[in-house]
């Protein structure tokens, strides 16, 4: 069975810091294009990061650049996305990806709202 877990979403203040991790199983993880995307109420799913299969490359929106960070640990099947600074306009649900030669693989999400 191929599942990807998602974890480490919360309440947190603008300005603060939260990590969220994906957990996969089930597909050989090592071969995958990973990435992460959200979704606000109301809007459209959109790209955040994406990594390659080794972490050599990683893209982000512009949106993010200079405060998230994505990366991966094969030996461990998890994909991190490290969200620095946040602002409220990053609260949404996030998911992450994983793909290879036109399969996909989507985790169910993980909820981050930013508040004071």
């Known amino acids: 069975e191929v599942q990807l877990v998602e974890s480490g979403g919360g309440l947190v203040q603008p300005g603060g810091s939260l990590r969220l991790s994906c957990a996969a199983s089930?597909?050989?993880?090592?071969?995958?294009?990973m990435s992460w995307y959200r979704q606000a109420p109301g809007k459209e799913r959109e790209l955040v990061a994406a990594?390659?299969?080794?972490?050599?490359?990683?893209n982000y929106a512009d949106s993010v650049k200079g405060r998230f960070t994505i990366s991966r640990d094969n030996a461990k099947n998890t994909v991190y996305l490290q969200m620095n600074s946040l602002k409220t306009e990053d609260t949404a649900g996030y998911y992450c990806?994983?793909?290879?030669?036109?399969?996909?693989?989507w985790g169910k999400g993980t909820l981050v709202t930013v508040s004071s």
């Open positions: 089930g597909f050989t993880f090592s071969r995958y294009i």
């Open positions: 990594i390659t299969s080794a972490g050599g490359i990683t």
């Open positions: 990806k994983g793909r290879f030669n036109g399969v996909e693989y």
